[in-house]
């Protein structure tokens, strides 16, 4: 009788084994491991230390808008213009006086949100860029913020330099 001949079945019959244990290791480790980490998610963290608070005062709040009154170049004012509820339209507006050369005005919206997070503020949304040719004009922006309550700015940018609102707070 050959003795390779019965050790070949031995060999694989014990390699079978051994990849079959290694196998239901790994599975038994991941599962744990995904207990642990499903564990460690749904308990609270430990009390921290008390951190400094500060309490922001808000300088404006949203009223309704206001057509016929248009503010002073380099004043933007921002006024609730229509909708009920988490969706609301913003009518923003202001005065573009050009330098008087008869260049073209470049001139951009920006809309930015306060990120209690990050406490910096931050780009929401935009407009696309628009501008005119002659005498200065009042100009506007209608920005929509739907189901995102919170403190909110909005931003006029003519050729490169920047005039920035009051802040204002949106509730649902």
Not at 23 to 35: D, M, R
Request: net charge neutral; proline share 8%; glycine share 10%.
């Amino acid at each position: 009788m050959d003795a390779r001949g019965g050790l070949v079945p031995a060999l694989w019959s014990g390699t079978s084994t051994a990849v079959k244990l290694l196998i239901a290791s790994l599975a038994f480790a991941g599962a744990y491991t995904g207990v642990g980490a499903t564990r460690d998610a749904a308990t609270p963290p430990a009390a921290a230390a008390p951190t400094q608070r500060t309490t922001v005062v808000l300088s404006a709040q949203a009223m309704p808008a206001e057509e016929a009154r248009v503010p002073v170049p380099g004043v933007i004012s921002v006024a609730a213009a229509e909708g009920t509820g988490c969706a609301r339209t913003y009518h923003a507006q202001s005065v573009i006086e050009p330098d008087g050369t008869g260049a073209a005005v470049l001139y951009d919206w920006r809309l930015w949100r306060w990120s209690t997070g990050t406490r910096e503020w931050l780009p929401y949304t935009s407009s696309a860029p628009a501008g005119f040719v002659g005498p200065g004009r009042a100009v506007a922006w209608h920005p929509r913020i739907v189901d995102n309550p919170g403190l909110y700015r909005v931003e006029l940018a003519v050729d490169g330099e920047a005039v920035v609102s009051e802040k204002f707070r949106v509730t649902c």
